[in-house]
Nanobody, 120 residues
Framework: VQLQASGGGLVQAGESLRLSCVVS????????MGWYRQAPDKQRSLVAY???????NYEDSVSGRFTVSRGNAGRSLYLQIINLKPEDTAVYLC???????????????WGQGTQVTVSS
C-alpha cells in the first residue's frame, strides 16, 4: 500500500489549490480517507475526511473553504481549497484506513505530505 500526495505549492492569500492523493497497491479495501495538516511547531490535526460511503466531515476552521472528495473508484482523495489564508500554511498529509483481504483489522497508512505555503 502506498499513498502519493501532490498539488501543494506557494500561493497568495485568496487563491485556490487542489490537493490530490492516490492509493496504489492490491489486495485491500479502503475505508475512510482523510487530510491532515501539520504546521511548524504544531501538532498534526485532522482537516477533513470522507468515508467509503461518501459522508464528509470538516474541521470547523476550514468549513466552507475546503471540499474533500474521492474518485477513481475510491482510490483517489482530493482536497479543493478556496480563499487560502496564511494560517493554512502547513504540510498536508493524506491518510487511508485500509483492511487487507483476509484480515479483519484496519490499519492506517500515510502519504508523504505536500507543502502548502500561503503568503499574505
Amino acid at each position: 500500500v502506498q499513498l502519493q500526495a501532490s498539488g501543494g505549492g506557494l500561493v497568495q492569500a485568496g487563491e485556490s489549490l487542489r490537493l490530490s492523493c492516490v492509493v496504489s497497491g492490491r489486495g485491500f479495501t479502503i475505508k475512510n480517507m482523510g487530510w491532515y495538516r501539520q504546521a511548524p511547531d504544531k501538532q498534526r490535526s485532522l482537516v477533513a475526511y470522507v468515508t467509503d460511503s461518501g459522508s464528509t466531515n470538516y474541521e470547523d476552521s476550514v468549513s466552507g473553504r475546503f471540499t474533500v472528495s474521492r474518485g477513481n473508484a475510491g482510490r483517489s482523495l482530493y482536497l479543493q481549497i478556496i480563499n487560502l489564508k496564511p494560517e493554512d500554511t502547513a504540510v498536508y498529509l493524506c491518510a487511508a484506513d485500509i483492511v487487507k483481504w483476509g484480515r479483519s483489522n484496519q490499519l492506517r497508512y500515510w502519504g508523504q505530505g505536500t507543502q502548502v505555503t500561503v503568503s499574505s
